[in-house]
């Protein structure tokens, strides 16, 4: 049986403090005046205070020969997502929900978040969001992408499985990133739902008021967004867009979620183009390898990526995540399910505990006193 968790009718983003970027108000076009300062003009170079200062920033370039084995890796099933938004961010193109169903996600907490000293090895996460950048964020073992997706979760505790105190006080967000490259052969690319969904429903302007309700798809499965190899690296690393606030868990893919469709590329482009708060256009005198968005830009342009930032004293983990099924604790393929070790049993007894995650997670609610509020922040 499955339980939704049906947010309140009236859907609000509320600022829950100075660390969040890329809210928005409902009901007025105005968007954090602080946020309004800043761009990817350099790419993040000209970014101020924990984005110039800060020793644990993301994002990183990986190399996967130089990762340790974690010890333990993330329990994943981010679960389907209902009352599908899209947002025009200015710096991005941003889907989010008013439910979500069959979460069952745990990771590891990596000695993050204050969780050693208080004898918590792993913490449930919710989804909020996914977005895009292009050209990606993340290089791994060298090399580049087209486009990088980041699906921003937190650390909650509506399992009734504790989270370190840290996280009650502030939201702890983990982040899943997948990368994407487009093929110019009509026969190897393919479309993606996940692209598609940003890329088909992307407001020209920016904020909440403009938002796409999306009707169709009903639902999105969360999981589709994620490639059938689960290895990834896992970092502590940062928000990769002001503040550029630290203690983020990074686990981004290896492998790349599959070649889109040059066709699909390229409206993607288009749409994030016209979407984010804008450079000039540039010429180029290569029109050849040039994409038209209204002005001549080239192919893997760097149009809202922050650049590789040092890894400084950081370890990089090498780990492969487990593909959960509904009930906690139980892996979705029999040969792994026994045993996956977590104790994360739902203090309740409730038969829809794996049901019981929704968009309004209880870190936010908690820090704002209760009032509902969804994040949209970029990472
Ligand atoms: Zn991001």
């Given at each position: 049986?499955?339980?939704?968790?049906?947010?309140?009718?009236?859907?609000?983003l509320?600022k829950?403090?100075?660390?969040?970027?890329?809210?928005?108000?409902?009901g007025?076009?105005k968007?954090?005046?602080?946020l309004?300062?800043w761009?990817y003009?350099?790419?993040?170079a000209?970014?101020?205070?924990?984005?110039?200062?800060?020793?644990?920033?993301?994002?990183?370039?990986?190399?996967?020969?130089?990762?340790?084995?974690a010890?333990s890796?993330?329990?994943?099933?981010?679960?389907?997502?209902?009352?599908?938004?899209?947002?025009?961010?200015?710096?991005?193109?941003?889907?989010?929900?008013?439910?979500?169903?069959?979460?069952n996600?745990?990771?590891?907490?990596?000695?993050?978040?204050?969780?050693?000293a208080?004898?918590?090895?792993?913490?449930?996460?919710?989804?909020?969001?996914?977005?895009i950048?292009?050209?990606?964020?993340?290089?791994?073992?060298?090399?580049?992408?087209?486009?990088?997706l980041?699906?921003?979760?937190?650390?909650?505790?509506?399992?009734?499985?504790?989270?370190?105190?840290?996280?009650?006080?502030?939201?702890c967000?983990?982040?899943?990133?997948?990368?994407?490259?487009?093929?110019?052969?009509?026969?190897?690319?393919?479309?993606?739902?996940?692209?598609?969904l940003?890329?088909d429903?992307?407001?020209?302007?920016?904020?909440?008021d403009?938002a796409?309700?999306?009707?169709?798809?009903?639902?999105?499965?969360?999981?589709?967004?994620?490639?059938?190899?689960?290895?990834?690296?896992?970092?502590?690393?940062?928000?990769?867009?002001?503040?550029?606030?630290?203690?983020?868990?990074?686990?981004?893919?290896?492998?790349?979620?599959?070649?889109?469709?040059?066709a699909?590329?390229?409206?993607?482009?288009?749409?994030?183009?016209?979407?984010?708060?804008?450079?000039?256009?540039?010429?180029?005198?290569?029109?050849?390898?040039?994409?038209?968005f209204?002005?001549?830009?080239?192919?893997?342009?760097?149009?809202?990526n922050?650049?590789?930032?040092?890894?400084?004293?950081?370890?990089?983990?090498?780990?492969?995540?487990?593909?959960?099924?509904?009930?906690?604790?139980v892996?979705?393929?029999?040969?792994?399910?026994?045993?996956?070790?977590?104790?994360?049993?739902?203090?309740?007894?409730?038969?829809?505990?794996?049901?019981?995650?929704?968009?309004?997670?209880?870190?936010?609610?908690?820090?704002?006193?209760?009032?509902?509020?969804?994040l949209?922040?970029?990472?």
């Amino acid at each position: 049986m499955h339980s939704l968790f049906v947010a309140g009718s009236g859907r609000k983003l509320l600022k829950i403090g100075d660390n969040f970027p890329g809210l928005f108000l409902v009901g007025s076009n105005k968007r954090e005046s602080d946020l309004e300062e800043w761009d990817y003009n350099q790419n993040g170079a000209d970014w101020t205070e924990t984005c110039s200062t800060g020793l644990e920033q993301s994002p990183i370039n990986i190399q996967i020969s130089s990762a340790k084995p974690a010890s333990s890796g993330a329990h994943i099933k981010f679960g389907t997502a209902e009352g599908l938004i899209v947002y025009n961010t200015g710096h991005s193109i941003q889907a989010e929900w008013k439910v979500l169903t069959e979460s069952n996600t745990t990771i590891p907490t990596n000695d993050m978040w204050g969780a050693k000293a208080e004898g918590i090895d792993r913490v449930a996460i919710e989804p909020l969001q996914f977005h895009i950048h292009s050209t990606c964020e993340h290089i791994v073992n060298g090399e580049g992408c087209q486009i990088e997706l980041h699906l921003v979760s937190v650390a909650t505790n509506s399992t009734g499985v504790p989270i370190p105190k840290q996280c009650q006080s502030s939201p702890c967000y983990a982040v899943f990133g997948v990368k994407y490259d487009f093929s110019s052969d009509p026969l190897v690319g393919s479309e993606d739902s996940g692209i598609a969904l940003l890329a088909d429903n992307a407001p020209s302007k920016v904020g909440s008021d403009a938002a796409t309700y999306v009707e169709t798809p009903e639902t999105f499965d969360l999981d589709a967004l994620f490639p059938d190899d689960k290895t990834y690296i896992n970092y502590q690393g940062s928000l990769t867009a002001p503040p550029c606030s630290e203690g983020v868990n990074w686990h981004m893919f290896t492998a790349p979620r599959r070649q889109i469709s040059i066709a699909q590329y390229e409206n993607l482009q288009s749409k994030l183009a016209s979407a984010l708060v804008t450079r000039a256009c540039q010429t180029f005198e290569d029109e050849r390898r040039t994409v038209n968005f209204g002005c001549q830009v080239p192919y893997g342009s760097r149009n809202n990526n922050r650049g590789i930032k040092p890894l400084n004293d950081r370890t990089i983990y090498k780990a492969e995540a487990i593909v959960m099924g509904n009930e906690p604790g139980v892996a979705l393929n029999a040969t792994d399910s026994s045993p996956v070790s977590q104790s994360l049993a739902p203090s309740s007894s409730s038969s829809s505990g794996n049901v019981m995650m929704h968009y309004l997670h209880p870190v936010a609610v908690a820090a704002m006193g209760g009032v509902m509020a969804a994040l949209a922040l970029m990472t």
